[in-house]
């Protein structure tokens, strides 16, 4: 368990690439205090997803790229077990908030270990294992990190101020989630997965996405002009310009040659920069919509 494989499988740094959920949760909630705000953080970012990454790698036993992992090691019972760990601390860690946060964070494990268990094995089902990454990635994480921040219960999925902004992340994650899976194709097929990127193929998931950045696009647009909050929009679309350009440049590669342009390299940057963008951006939006100084008074 202790062994740097295991840890390195956990792909704690890897959690970059999914705060902006969180940060988009956090500009939005009105209940918040810095104790809960650090304890929802810690617990997302650094011991659930972890968990998540650590136990979905045992089942998947990759042996070529994982994202944030270019030549990933090989895994031992020990990840198996410290993977398990990472998830009781999380779910103890959630209790420092309340029970029904704690609930929540066991139902999104119960369903990321379902994704790669044998058992279910919900990767090899191209639509369903999309839809339910997407579902819980996006709106479901936005509900569960705005209930935690606010210390509300399962009442926020009720609540149209918090389904709105959490499906607007869902629909963002369907748009992006099939190119984290285009350079898996060769493994992904010997183990049976038949994911949404190899149905569509190399080139039609580039342009399924292109549909979805699109549809994510007009959907914010909506979102900011009903909230009256043009700058807010002009700040989203700002930050979407390097990602889809970057997006635009890899497809004209990929169109010319397959082989040299769809690899690892090239989608852990599609990752780096639309993580980085979102979270410049809502970090920005966290900063606009609130009134910090009050917060940590």
């Known amino acids: 368990m202790f062994e740097s494989a295991s840890w390195k499988h956990l792909r704690?740094?890897?959690s970059f690439y999914l705060l902006p959920v969180f940060l988009f949760a956090l500009a939005l909630t009105p209940n918040l205090s810095p104790d809960r705000l650090l304890i929802v953080l810690v617990t997302l970012h650094f011991f659930l997803y972890p968990?998540?990454?650590?136990?979905?790698?045992?089942?998947?036993?990759?042996?070529?790229?994982?994202?944030?992992?270019r030549n990933p090691p090989k895994v031992t019972k020990?990840?198996?077990?410290?993977?398990?760990?990472?998830?009781?601390?999380?779910?103890?860690?959630?209790?420092?908030?309340?029970?029904?946060?704690?609930?929540?964070?066991?139902?999104?494990s119960l369903v990321s270990m379902a994704y790669s268990h044998p058992s279910v094995r919900l990767k090899k089902y191209p639509y369903g294992s999309w839809l339910v990454a997407g579902f819980f990635q996006g709106c479901f994480t936005f509900?569960?990190?705005?209930?935690?921040?606010?210390?509300?219960?399962?009442?926020?999925?009720?609540?149209?101020?918090?389904?709105?902004?959490?499906?607007?992340?869902?629909?963002?994650l369907w748009g992006s989630y099939p190119l984290t899976q285009i350079y898996q194709h060769e493994e992904d097929a010997k183990r049976g997965?038949?994911?949404?990127?190899?149905?569509?193929?190399?080139?039609?998931?580039?342009?399924?996405?292109?549909?979805?950045?699109?549809?994510t696009g007009i959907c914010f647009a909506w979102f900011f002009l009903g909230r009256n909050q043009e700058m807010a929009l002009f700040g989203f679309l700002a930050a979407m310009l390097p990602v889809i350009l970057f997006f635009l440049?890899?497809?004209?590669?990929?169109?010319?040659?397959?082989?040299?342009?769809?690899?690892?390299?090239?989608?852990?940057?599609?990752?780096?920069?639309?993580?980085?963008?979102?979270?410049l951006f809502f970090a920005?939006?966290?900063?606009?919509?609130?009134?910090?100084?009050?917060?940590f008074e």
């Open 193 to 215: 997965d038949v994911t949404l990127s190899l149905k569509l193929g190399k080139q039609g998931t580039f342009l399924f996405s292109s549909v979805w950045f699109l549809l």
């Open 12 to 14: 704690i740094p890897f």
């Open 249 to 279: 440049i890899w497809f004209s590669f990929v169109r010319r040659d397959e082989e040299k342009y769809i690899n690892y390299t090239w989608a852990m940057w599609m990752n780096r920069i639309s993580a980085t963008a979102l979270n």
């Open 51 to 69: 968990s998540s990454n650590g136990y979905n790698s045992y089942f998947d036993k990759d042996e070529k790229s994982i994202g944030g992992l």
């Open 143 to 172: 509900g569960m990190a705005y209930a935690g921040l606010s210390d509300f219960g399962w009442e926020v999925f009720a609540m149209p101020h918090v389904l709105v902004p959490g499906m607007l992340t869902s629909i963002m």
């Open 284 to 295: 920005w939006y966290f900063l606009e919509n609130t009134q910090v100084m009050q917060v």
């Open 78 to 108: 020990g990840l198996y077990y410290l993977s398990l760990v990472f998830f009781l601390i999380a779910l103890a860690l959630g209790f420092l908030v309340n029970w029904q946060f704690s609930s929540m964070l066991l139902v999104y």
